[in-house]
């Protein structure tokens, strides 16, 4: 019998340090709702006493999120846990997540503080997150560079002091596998009350092992692995989610666990989360990537088609490929496409968003033959994203390019509801579109990312386009989908513009 491997997701949190990736609210929610659709244990939901923003996040997913344990962060400070506790108060099963540097250049350097007073912070930290809940996770920050007899010491106080999950994060992407395992042997062995609580690990990307460092800990008996959707996170990014689930099933020769992820739930996972950040999912990527099931070299394809096994490890369709099916046309209903998103777990909260969302998938099946999910997906974000009340909104817009010539723009906008017109030349008919919109807008805003993808295949296809832009330290990005991509272009950009205007709908990145 297999032991149950925790899958702790941090997307929401780690992953949204990574620059440009901060999402609003509704996009976290979406996000929290695929990890529960595809069963993840808990979902690190943010970090509450980052900004209000943040609070609102948590405390929304708390509120909606029924099946998996919902998880703020807190440093040890009191203010930071009781931010936290009231976050995750609605949620069926909240969880706090406190944690405290452990390493001598963070204790020095950082906190100025002396081992003694870390310790002590460790334990008010976990009495104070125990008054909201006793499922509290303690992580030592830095465990990775800090003094082995320390850590012993600091983790047998937090589990004294009513800690669950102990976690052992490698916040700098620093060791190599067999090191990390036996660092987890070591504490496992050496901890007074080791055997009461669930040992963790958190890796970082800096030499590319997060997964594999995860992996080792996983053989040295911790029990939870903390990863996010396409290995996004601070810098070079944590552990991948996909890599280590999929690691684990595939190799369940190797791995006395299991965990409980719906994989086919994976591929959908990913392409949410690259759409919501801009953060593009490189096609060589392990699972998820557009080109890991397939096969260039004709002695590859010879040997698949003769025998899947030969070169595959893997069936796409267990991790949610091959699900760009044709699902609805032109000649599809209200109800059948109100019961087609309702598959794909997208709720509608109301009769307008549903109406609205429906009326533009009409206009879509107009110019497009045929509807696939991914199309379906991008047009309820599109809606989503482009709530009623915008400040800015595309009405109008035409591009002339031709060869020789400098290619034009013309726009009308709504601006507050105002109608304004505005034409701009440019290098391109993008280019040229946005510095009509920009004439008009005066942002001030810097372009940081301009992205293209196709949605699904074909010359038909919608261009899916983000946008980010930054103005005085805040960074944005904005999404668009259409068949024609000047049109995607000009959403995205208005869409990252709104975005801008409504400092309230964002959640600010946590200094952690
Ligand atoms: O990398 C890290 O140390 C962290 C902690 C807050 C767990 O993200
Ligand atoms: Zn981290």
Redesign the pocket.
């Known amino acids: 019998m297999k032991e149950h491997l925790v899958i702790f997701d941090?997307t929401l949190?780690?992953g949204e340090?990574s620059p440009g990736a901060s999402m609003t609210k509704e996009e976290k929610l979406r996000v929290a709702r695929q990890l529960e659709r595809m069963q993840v244990d808990v979902i690190e939901a943010g970090f509450a006493a980052a900004s209000p923003g943040d609070f609102a996040a948590i405390q929304n997913i708390a509120r909606v999120i029924k099946s998996s344990t919902v998880c703020s962060?807190a440093r040890s400070s009191e203010n930071d846990i009781r931010r936290a506790g009231e976050a995750i108060a609605p949620a069926v099963r909240g969880r706090i997540?406190t944690?405290i540097a452990t390493s001598p250049i963070h204790m020095e350097k950082k906190l100025r503080m002396t081992p003694d007073q870390v310790v002590e912070a460790a334990v008010r930290a976990v009495h104070w997150a125990r008054e909201y809940t006793d499922d509290v996770e303690f992580?030592a920050?830095?465990?990775v560079r800090s003094e082995v007899d320390f850590l012993c010491r600091v983790f047998a106080a937090v589990i004294e002091a009513g800690a669950s999950t102990i976690?052992v994060?490698?916040?700098?992407g620093y060791s190599v596998p067999t090191v990390w395992g036996e660092l987890m042997r070591t504490l496992i062995e050496r901890v007074p009350g080791a055997g009461r609580v669930v040992w963790s690990t958190?890796c970082?990307n800096d030499l590319g092992m997060a997964v594999a460092n995860s992996l080792a800990a996983v053989l040295a008996g911790a029990r939870q692995v903390?990863c996010t959707i396409n290995g996004l996170g601070?810098r070079a990014g944590?552990a991948s989610l996909e890599e280590v689930v999929m690691a684990v099933r595939t190799r369940s020769d190797l791995f006395p666990v299991q965990t409980r992820i719906d994989t086919t739930q994976i591929v959908p996972a990913s392409k949410l989360v690259s759409q919501i950040t801009g953060y593009p999912v490189q096609p060589n990527k392990a699972v998820v990537g557009a080109n890991a099931f397939a096969h260039e070299s004709g002695i590859h394809q010879d040997g698949v088609l003769k025998h899947r096994e030969t070169y595959e490890i893997m069936r796409a369709e267990d991790v949610g490929w091959a699900q760009n099916k044709l699902v609805l046309g032109k000649h599809s209903g209200r109800n059948a496409f109100k019961s087609r998103l309702s598959a794909l777990g997208i709720v509608l909260e109301s009769e307008e968003a549903l109406n609205a969302a429906f009326g533009r998938f009409k206009e879509l099946a107009d110019k497009k033959h045929e509807i696939f999910d991914e199309d379906l997906q991008a047009l309820v974000s599109d809606d989503e994203m482009t709530p009623p009340g915008e400040h800015f909104k595309l009405v109008y817009s035409r591009v002339c390019s031709e060869t020789g010539e400098t290619p034009a723009a013309d726009v009308t906008l709504t601006v507050g509801g105002v109608e304004r017109k505005a034409a701009g030349i440019g290098s391109g008919p993008v280019d040229a579109t946005f510095k009509a919109i920009e004439s008009i807008a005066a942002s001030g805003a810097q372009l940081l990312l301009y992205s293209v993808n196709a949605i699904t295949t074909g010359t038909d296809a919608q261009g899916e386009v983000t946008v980010r832009l930054a103005r005085q330290g805040r960074i944005v990005n904005g999404n668009g989908a259409d068949t024609d991509i000047v049109i995607a272009s000009a959403r995205a950009y208005l869409n990252a513009l709104n975005k801008l205007q409504f400092p309230d709908r964002l959640d600010p990145q946590g200094d952690?």
């Open positions: 941090t949190r780690d340090q962060l997540h944690f992580s920050e830095d465990a976690n994060p490698d916040t700098v958190h970082h903390e601070e944590n952690v």
